[in-house]
């Protein structure tokens, strides 16, 4: 699915919103089309053993392109990163500061 172009058109019908309206637009619409990888919150568990920092690593590293998404399981940091910075950058040409640990990144 290209999530960058349905978003493109739905911000098109909005063109009356503010800024600020069009950035609530889309956490809350990105929101409805990605889901939280639970199986993120399986990694703690001791039984998986070596299994775990895989599946850890897996999820962590996965990159996602909005131009072709077909799985739309996320943790915080794939979404910050490749889903609602790089939508306001695109849609909004508004940069955004993701904060991590304590770390701003730009």
């Known amino acids: 699915m290209d999530v960058l172009a ?7 019908l909005r063109k009356d919103y503010t800024l600020e309206q069009k950035k609530r637009y889309l956490y809350l619409r990105t929101c409805q089309m990605f889901s939280y990888d639970s199986r993120y919150h399986y990694c703690t568990y001791p039984f998986l053993g070596k299994k775990a920092e895989k599946i850890k690593k897996e999820i962590l590293e996965n990159r996602i392109n ?21 939508l306001l950058k695109e849609l909004l040409d508004t940069d955004s500061e993701i904060a991590r640990g304590g770390v701003i990144l730009t």
């Open 66 to 86: 909005l131009k072709e998404v077909s799985n739309f399981n996320v943790v915080c940091k794939n979404y910050s990163e490749d889903v609602y910075s790089v």
């Open 6 to 12: 349905k978003l493109d058109e739905e911000l098109r």
